[in-house]
């Protein structure tokens, strides 16, 4: 897991751009936008970002707008798909372990741009149709998860790395008992040992957890932040407080021995 | 006197439901376009139809006895009754004479039958002397054995089957609408048939090798030459003569080409208003459809989805070419206005319609076709995409129940990804229901398995489901214990603690893979939202 203090660099400041470097300058304030039209610098300035005019054909002008030294990850936000290969090119000859985001404006340039070097294609018009299909034929997820996950408040999905001798390294995931110490829902994990890929929770139960592996989780952001903590200050497992807490229906508080978790 | 019993009746007819019962029944039967007994009636009278001309021919050489003669008489009784109920579903009489006696009432003059009767026989006479209803009454006529000439009535009967196929309704229709080119086509032809057969008649009729003897002789030659069809059983005998028949020849070719173009190209023509009909004639039978208007991006991901899922949908859209696009992938597609009244009333918004799905690429498009679907129909679920952030407001001001901001979403998707990227992979993945593990939201039953447990009792890992939360109705839990969020009406709790009790309609958020999530909904004795 990276940390949180990498510069990021947009490439091109057109409508797209506009709206993700706002949210993007909403929580960091290390963003850079970078553009060879000198008018939509203006605008991004105006707006109070870091900019600079680069021409992305010259490596010599990308280098000195910090690419391959203090960027961490790149945005590649022009309007044309073949521009934004390009640029995917150029980038990653200059740095092979910047990361790279590009957008698709045609599904069929996508496995182009991954052959390009990007680490990840985002194709707009995929997530704006996914969404109106949630809200056409799921509505319940739909509003849960616009309420919960999509929006600003309190609920947030994270992954945690699992650090070495903490409480989770060595066990199954079938044996973890989170939900009795944490306001946390597991949805799974990447299991360094098996590759990349996501695996969901209920499939991998036998799965040993080592350092390195991740854990998908959801929950409020004050208890990933403990979660975070304990596994970094490596408590054992004994010393953590059994969560408490009861539905406040009326029903009596029963911990029975069927919670598996 | 006459005149008075006449409007007594026609008031008793016309306040008699049971009348006017009967009287809807034999139009949706007969005429009613849109009917499903008339399509029973329609099979059920060519089937009649066809047995009855095979009989016929039949009796032309052999002799079938009582049956055959039973059978036509049954025949014909079933003709004659279809025509005199053709008659008189075709307009209201009483209606007439009802109000031609008010206006009379009104006006304080002396109410007199005669014109009205004559009002309604001119509308009687309309409908006998349409070309169907002719038709109709010649099919009958072969029944008169005695007359042989009557026989080629037969013919008639054949032509009926007009009324039944609607398709070849339209091929009359295709032709009708090439009037003009046809009448003049005709007239160059004739023109060319007069001239040429008085032409082989001046110069061949008198020689005592040609077969020519009478006009009639000669105009049958041309036709067969310039049709080139040219049977060969009379040839020009002179040199002038092969010259008329050379010219003939050249000409016929003229002919032939020219009409075949002219009925290619009509049909050409009158192919999107073919398919049109066939699409609407599919949409009548389905009923909760959604409407995608705009088939671009966006909308071809939408329209993905719900064809994976089996629903039902069409593609409306005003450029050709991507309607061509939607059919090419077997989708249901017209090529439309969908902010016009029309279109959307010929869609049956009212009764037909569950959503509408804008996602043209113009925001001031998808306003219009949100504020029509929406004037049109209170209820109907309008879903817009705005592609500016400006346009939101204003499409919620039109009427849309959702709105999604195209590159809004994005922004945040992206924003995810910086930080989290396995997670965001996760959840999107699980969100888009690309990946085998997909999220679905469940209702609790009454007295199902569920209906008063808890959330420890209910077991969800048993079921290899993971619980996210559960949306009960506002108010119903206090909620001390778990992050709660508002949804309309409802409210979201965040991972109940383990003695959560839940009851009946409650809807659980679960997430899981489509095999677990449908065990678990079979159990429940009901199918997810």
């Known amino acids: 897991m990276p940390d949180n203090k990498h510069r990021i660099a947009l490439f091109g400041y057109e409508k797209l751009a506009v709206d993700i470097a706002d949210s993007l300058n909403s929580i960091r304030n290390d963003v850079i936008v970078l553009d060879s039209n000198e008018e939509n610098i203006r605008q991004a300035e105006k707006l109070g970002f870091e900019t600079a005019v680069v021409d992305y054909s010259r490596d010599q002008e990308l280098r000195d707008a910090g690419i391959g030294s203090d960027i961490d990850t790149v945005f590649c936000l022009l309007p044309d798909d073949a521009e934004n290969i390009f640029l995917v090119i150029s980038v990653r000859s200059i740095d092979p372990v910047v990361r790279i985001v590009s957008i698709a404006d045609s599904p069929d340039s996508i496995p182009k741009f991954l052959a390009a070097g990007a680490d990840k294609v985002i194709d707009p018009y995929e997530i704006s149709g996914l969404k109106i299909w949630r809200m056409l034929r799921k509505p319940i997820i739909s509003q849960v998860m616009e309420r919960t996950l999509m929006s600003e408040l309190d609920l947030n999905m994270a992954q945690v790395p699992i650090t070495r001798e903490s409480f989770l390294d060595g066990r199954a995931i079938g044996d973890l008992r989170l939900r009795d110490f944490y306001d946390l829902v597991l949805l799974g994990m990447v299991d360094r040992t098996l590759g990349d890929e996501f695996i969901f929770r209920t499939r991998g139960l036998r799965h040993c957890l080592n350092a390195g592996d991740i854990l998908v989780i959801i929950g409020p952001r004050a208890e990933i932040d403990r979660l975070k903590r304990d596994l970094d200050n490596r408590l054992p497992i004994e010393s953590l407080p059994k969560l408490k807490k009861s539905a406040g229906d009326g029903s009596p508080f029963d911990h029975s021995d069927t919670t598996r978790d | ?529």
């Open chain 2, 1 to 529: 006197m006459i005149s008075k019993k006449v409007v007594r009746l026609c008031y008793y007819l016309d306040d008699s439901p049971r009348y006017r019962q009967v009287k809807q029944f034999f139009y949706r039967l007969l005429s009613d376009p849109h009917s499903r007994v008339r399509t029973y009636f329609d099979a059920t009278m060519i089937v009649l139809v066809i047995v009855s001309v095979s009989l016929l021919i039949y009796q032309i050489k052999q002799d079938l006895g009582w049956f055959g003669n039973a059978f036509e008489i049954f025949i014909v009784t079933v003709f004659i009754t279809e025509y005199l109920l053709r008659a008189w579903v075709y307009n209201d009489s009483r209606a007439i004479i009802i109000e031609r006696f008010e206006r009379a009432e009104f006006m304080h003059a002396n109410f007199r039958i005669a014109p009205a009767l004559g009002e309604v026989i001119n509308q009687k006479w309309r409908y006998a002397s349409s070309p169907l209803a002719i038709i109709d009454l010649l099919a009958i006529l072969p029944s008169f054995r005695g007359v042989r000439v009557l026989r080629i009535f037969l013919l008639f009967r054949l032509f009926k089957l007009f009324r039944y196929a609607s398709s070849v309704n339209e091929f009359a229709k295709v032709l009708a609408e090439k009037r003009f080119e046809l009448a003049t086509l005709g007239l160059f032809a004739g023109f060319i048939v007069i001239a040429s057969s008085t032409a082989i008649y001046v110069l061949e009729a008198g020689l005592p090798e040609s077969r020519i003897d009478t006009f009639f002789d000669a105009v049958y030659w041309s036709l067969v030459t310039i049709s080139t069809v040219g049977y060969g059983d009379i040839i020009p005998q002179t040199p002038e003569g092969r010259f008329v028949a050379m010219a003939l020849i050249v000409s016929g070719i003229g002919v032939i080409s020219f009409f075949t173009s002219i009925i290619v190209s009509s049909f050409a023509e009158k192919l999107r208003t073919l398919r049109e009909h066939r699409v609407f004639a599919e949409l009548r039978r389905a009923h909760d459809f959604t409407v995608v208007c705009g088939y671009g991006r966006v909308g071809e991901v939408v329209v993905e989805k719900l064809a994976a899922e089996n629903a039902y949908f069409l593609i409306l859209d005003k450029d050709p070419d991507k309607v061509e696009l939607a059919r090419a992938s077997g989708y249901l597609a017209l090529q439309g206005d969908a902010s016009s009244n029309d279109m959307l009333e010929r869609l049956r918004i009212q009764e037909a319609v569950r959503a509408i799905v804008c996602t043209t690429g113009d925001d001031v498009v998808n306003v219009f076709i949100t504020l029509t679907a929406r004037y049109l129909n209170k209820e109907v679920l309008i879903i817009a995409r705005a592609n500016k952030r400006e346009s939101a407001e204003k499409l919620r001001l039109a009427g849309a129940n959702h709105v999604v901001v195209s590159f809004e979403s994005v922004g945040r998707v992206v924003n995810a990804y910086v930080d989290q990227p396995v997670a965001f992979d996760a959840l999107y993945g699980i969100l888009s229901g690309n990946k085998d593990v997909g999220t679905d939201a469940v209702v609790v039953p009454p007295d199902s398995l569920a209906d008063g447990k808890s959330i420890d009792a209910i077991d969800f890992p048993h079921y290899r489901l993971v619980l996210f939360g559960v949306v009960v109705p506002s108010g119903r839990v206090s909620d001390l214990y778990t992050s709660v969020f508002e949804l309309e009406k409802q409210q979201f709790h965040f991972h109940p603690p383990g003695d959560f009790v839940v009851r009946s309609n409650d809807i659980l958020v679960l997430f899981g893979d489509d095999f677990s999530l449908n065990h678990f909904k079979d159990k429940l004795g009901k199918s997810g939202l």
